[in-house]
C-alpha cells in the first residue's frame, strides 16, 4: 500500500539552529499538506501546495520558516532559526482530486 | 473563522458499552473526515462522508454526517480496548480544520 514518506522521524536541535524536514507524497498526489501538531492538540496547517504553486501558506511563520515543492513531488519544510516553542510533531499529508488525505508518520521535533 | 469542536474531549468507558462522539462545525461543509491517532503516532483514516446524511460503518465504528445541523457523529458500539486512541474530525473548505479531538480511554 502507498504510502507518504517522512524523514527523519525525530530531530533534537539547539535552538537558533537549522532543520529541515523532508516528505515524499503518494505518488499521483498533487495535493501536499504540512501541518504542525502540538503535544494534546488538532493539526493545524502550515502550507498547501497543488503541483509545485503554494496554495495556502497563511498560517506560515514566514520571518523563520520555509517551504518549497520545486518539482511538484517531494517537499522540505526548513526552519531558521529553531526556537523552544517549535518544538511540535510536523505531519506531511498528501492527496488526490478526491481529496481524502493520507498522511506520513510524523516528525517529532524537540528543540533544546 | 472555521471553528470545528468535538465532545467530550475526554472518554473513558467500559468494554462492552456504547458510546457516541459529536463534531460541531461552524460554517457550511459537505465534507468531513475522521482520523484515529495513537499516541506518538501519525493520523489514520477512519472515514470520508461526502454527502448530507452520509453514513458509513467499519467494525465496531460508525460515522453520520448531517451537514444541515453542522453535526457529525462517530459512534462506538461494544468498546474494546484496541479502541483506545485519540479521535479527530476534519471538515475539508479547501484545506483540512481539525477538530480538538476526542481522547478515549477503553477500560477492561
Known amino acids: 500500500e502507498a504510502e507518504v514518506a517522512q524523514s527523519p522521524r525525530y530531530k533534537i536541535t539547539e535552538k537558533s539552529q537549522a532543520v529541515a524536514f523532508w516528505c515524499d507524497p503518494i505518488s499521483g498526489h498533487a495535493t501536499l499538506y504540512w501541518y504542525r501538531q502540538i503535544l494534546g492538540q488538532g493539526p493545524e496547517l502550515l502550507v498547501q501546495f497543488q503541483d509545485e504553486s503554494v496554495v495556502d501558506d497563511s498560517q506560515l511563520p514566514k520571518d523563520r520558516f520555509s517551504a518549497e515543492r520545486l518539482k511538484g513531488v517531494d517537499s522540505t519544510l526548513k526552519i531558521q532559526p529553531a526556537e523552544l516553542g517549535d518544538s511540535a510533531m510536523y505531519l506531511c499529508a498528501s492527496s488526490s482530486r478526491h481529496r481524502r488525505a493520507f498522511f506520513g508518520q510524523g516528525t517529532r521535533l524537540t528543540v533544546v | 473563522e472555521l471553528k470545528v469542536e468535538q465532545n467530550p474531549l475526554f472518554l473513558s468507558m467500559q468494554e462492552g458499552k456504547n458510546y457516541t462522539i459529536y463534531c460541531n462545525y461552524s460554517?457550511?461543509?459537505?465534507?468531513l473526515y475522521w482520523y484515529r491517532q495513537d499516541p506518538g503516532k501519525s493520523l489514520e483514516s477512519l472515514f470520508v462522508l461526502l454527502s448530507n446524511g452520509a453514513v458509513k460503518q467499519e467494525g465496531r465504528l460508525m460515522a453520520s454526517l448531517d451537514t444541515k445541523a453542522r453535526l457529525s457523529t462517530l459512534h462506538i458500539t461494544a468498546a474494546v480496548h484496541d479502541l483506545s486512541a485519540t479521535y479527530f474530525c476534519?471538515?475539508?473548505?479547501?484545506?483540512?480544520?481539525f477538530g480538538t479531538g476526542t481522547s478515549l480511554t477503553v477500560i477492561p
Open positions: 476534519a471538515v475539508d473548505l479547501n484545506q483540512f480544520y
Open positions: 460554517t457550511t461543509s459537505d465534507r
